[in-house]
């Protein structure tokens, strides 16, 4: 069983910075990508930012400058450092990874339960 708990939303001010954080437990033996999704109301979901287990990343053109997406392979948790924050970016902020539980089964996706970011005066 793997799981993914995520933490740090919240409410901030225009401007203001949050820290996301989102740790994978369970039995993994590796993790390829880590990356955060957002669905905004009345939105669909969509793609935030993208780290590789070979260091890359990428970025919406949203939050591109403002979002930085980092990775802890030793603690299997993926951060999203949120700065300059604007009312648009409220939603629900999903973690996910595609992992191996062994290396010999094949890459599963993993979903955390999502956490609330409000940005509002």
């Known amino acids: 069983q793997v799981q993914l708990v995520e933490s740090g939303g919240g409410l901030v001010q225009p401007g203001g910075s949050l820290r996301l954080s989102c740790a994978a437990s369970g039995t993994i033996s590796s993790i390829n990508t880590m990356d955060w999704f957002r669905q905004g109301p009345g939105k669909e979901r969509e793609l935030v930012a993208v780290t590789t287990s070979g260091g890359s990343s990428n970025y919406a053109d949203s939050v591109k400058g403002r979002f930085t997406i980092s990775r802890d392979n030793a603690k299997n948790t993926v951060y999203l450092q949120m700065n300059s924050l604007k009312p648009e970016d409220t939603a629900v902020y999903y973690c996910?990874?595609?992992?191996?539980?062994?290396?010999?089964?094949?890459?599963?996706?993993?979903w955390g339960q999502g956490t609330q970011v409000t940005v509002s005066s």
């Open positions: 996910h990874m595609i992992l191996r539980r062994r290396e010999w089964m094949p890459p599963g996706d993993y």
